[in-house]
Structure formats: structure tokens, C-alpha cells
């Protein structure tokens, strides 16, 4: 019997967050990758350096990759240290590829990673997500109700 998959992803110890992406696009599908990364780089993250902030996904022959991610080189490294920006393979499976590459190439939308964690397991994986980009207006509103949910609390913690 398989073994049900958990509501949401097990993060033990999160190294990289994509904070701007929440504000940036609307976010519709979560996908967990692992990644493919040498010995120094996973050293490297266990450190917890690394940033996706300008970071993305895509599909490429099959695979998808995740490009311009920084994963400084290690800093007790030898001469066989990583490269810190080099597209890195994620590991999904073959019918969640095609869905991600019939999304990004019919209907318009991107891939973006939300975070880098370690699992339990002690695994590295990536959070991504399907999004459609927002306009300005809609980052307008977004503000406008992050404001006022934070105004309401104000409002409730000072009444009660």
C-alpha cells in the first residue's frame, strides 16, 4: 500500500525563501522537487547560505532546471568547488514535468521556487510554484488588504 502524501511539505530546516514572490504573482499549483547538487554545494546550504531571489524554473529537453540560483562556493572547499550560479537539474516526476511544461507554454504562466529546505530525511528540496504574474493594480490591492488585516488586529488587540 502506498504511503499518503502529507497536506503540506515536511520543512525541517528551511535555507532559502522567495519572499517577493507572494507579492509579485498569484500563486495556483505547489510541486516538490529535490535538486541534484554536488557534495560542496549541499555543504554550502547546510551552512544555510543560498539565495532564490531572482531565481526561476524551466523546462528544458525533458528536465527542468532551476537557473540562477546562489549557492556561494563553500567556504573550506578545494580546487573542486562548485560553480555558485549554475543551472542545477530538479527531480520530478515525468507526469508532473508535463503538466508544468504544457502550463508554461499554453497558458502563460512560470515557474518560481519559494524555498530551499531540508526535509527530515535530511534531503534538499525546492518548493515551486505555478504562477501568473500580477499587475500593478493587483499589487495595489494586495497592500491594501495586508494593511487593513494588520489595522483590524491593531484595532482588536487595543479594544480587548
Same mark, same amino acid.
Given at each position: 500500500m502506498a504511503r499518503p502524501k502529507p497536506a503540506a511539505f515536511d520543512k525541517a530546516k528551511v535555507v532559502a525563501e522567495n519572499r517577493r514572490a507572494r507579492f509579485e504573482y498569484f500563486? $495556483? $499549483?505547489?510541486? *516538490?522537487?529535490?535538486?541534484?547538487?554536488?557534495?560542496? *554545494?549541499?555543504?554550502?546550504?547546510?551552512?544555510g547560505e543560498g539565495s532564490i531571489a531572482e531565481s526561476y524554473a524551466e523546462v528544458r529537453d525533458d528536465q527542468v532546471w532551476l537557473v540562477n540560483a546562489n549557492v556561494p562556493e563553500f567556504s573550506h572547499g578545494n580546487r573542486h568547488n562548485h560553480e555558485p550560479k549554475r543551472p542545477r537539474k530538479l527531480l520530478l516526476h515525468e507526469k508532473e514535468i508535463g503538466k508544468l511544461r504544457n502550463a508554461v507554454?499554453? *497558458?502563460?504562466?512560470?515557474?518560481?521556487?519559494l524555498s530551499i529546505y531540508f526535509n527530515p530525511r535530511g534531503r534538499a528540496k525546492v518548493e515551486l510554484a505555478l504562477a501568473r504574474g500580477k499587475k500593478l493594480h493587483d499589487k495595489r490591492e494586495t497592500e491594501k488588504a495586508r494593511d487593513w488585516k494588520r489595522e483590524q488586529g491593531r484595532l482588536l488587540r487595543d479594544r480587548g
Open positions: 500563486l $495556483d $499549483d505547489f510541486y *516538490e522537487a529535490g535538486i541534484a547538487l554536488t557534495g560542496t *554545494e549541499v555543504k554550502s546550504l547546510r551552512f507554454s499554453r *497558458e502563460g504562466m512560470t515557474l518560481i521556487p
